[in-house]
């Protein structure tokens, strides 16, 4: 079993659509998780960190559940801009970054 | 300011030749890790310094994988005799501190390599 878990996807969505993406981890140790995302054939980008108590930036809302170890990530009134690969990621508390194997997100006109 | 820049950007290797995938961090980053990405998947850990020194070196797939950061700042991470599986993006991060807290890794564009 892997140490952090996402749906592949592809999720295809409208324009304007809401759209929420899931991962759990294994680890019940870990700290620290974050969200990424990756264009096409570009590096990963941190794209928010994720706290207990819910956090928000603009158009994007990041959960964790610790006890179900568990995060997630939801997009309101998606843009085309948004398509992308979105990268669950987890602090192993040692330094590196588990990554999980990323959603992807195709918005449509 | 300037990010983590890789070089080369594209590496085509025939099976059985050595590589050397260099690895420019951000100036004043005392860490620096290496992760190989194959394609669909997360990048995954190979290694990690910090500053000079090589605290984790537990993701490199073989001992013909051998990675360097002598002057704590350039770090080179060396392929031995290279196999069809190496081929993969291989991406290079820096960070300014390491600590278990939360803290953002920069990753450079990467090294796609490809063993014919």
């Known amino acids: 079993r892997k140490e952090v878990e996402q749906d592949p996807g592809p999720f295809n969505v409208p324009e304007g659509a809401t759209v929420a993406f899931n991962c759990t981890y294994s680890?019940?140790?870990?700290?620290?998780f974050f969200w990424y995302r990756q264009d096409c054939r570009k590096e990963p980008k941190l794209l928010m960190s994720?706290?207990?108590s819910g956090n928000e930036d603009g158009r994007f809302t990041a959960q964790l559940n610790r006890a179900s170890q568990y995060i997630s990530l939801l997009i309101r009134d998606s843009k085309l801009s948004d398509s992308a690969t979105y990268l669950c990621?987890?602090?192993?508390?040692?330094?590196?970054?588990?990554f999980g194997q990323g959603t992807t997100l195709q918005v449509k006109p | 300011g300037a990010g983590v820049s890789q070089s080369p950007r594209y590496k085509v290797a025939k099976r059985g030749q050595d590589v050397a995938l260099r690895c420019d961090p951000i100036?004043?980053?005392?860490?620096l890790f290496w992760y190989q990405q194959a394609l669909g998947q997360g990048p995954e850990f190979l290694t990690y310094?910090?500053?000079?020194?090589?605290?984790?070196k537990s993701g490199l797939p073989s001992d013909r994988f051998f990675a360097e950061r002598p002057e704590g700042s350039v770090s080179t991470l060396k392929i031995q005799r290279t196999q069809q599986e190496d081929s993969a993006v291989y991406l290079c991060?820096?960070?300014?501190?390491?600590?278990?807290?939360?803290?953002?890794?920069?990753f450079g564009p990467g090294t796609r390599l490809t063993v014919t």
């Open positions: 991060a820096s960070s300014l501190v390491w600590t278990s807290a939360s803290y953002e890794q920069y």
């Open positions: 100036s004043g980053h005392v860490s």
């Open positions: 310094f910090q500053n000079e020194a090589q605290l984790d």
């Open positions: 994720v706290y207990s």
């Open positions: 680890n019940s140790a870990s700290q620290s």
């Open positions: 990621v987890v602090n192993s508390n040692t330094g590196k970054l588990i």
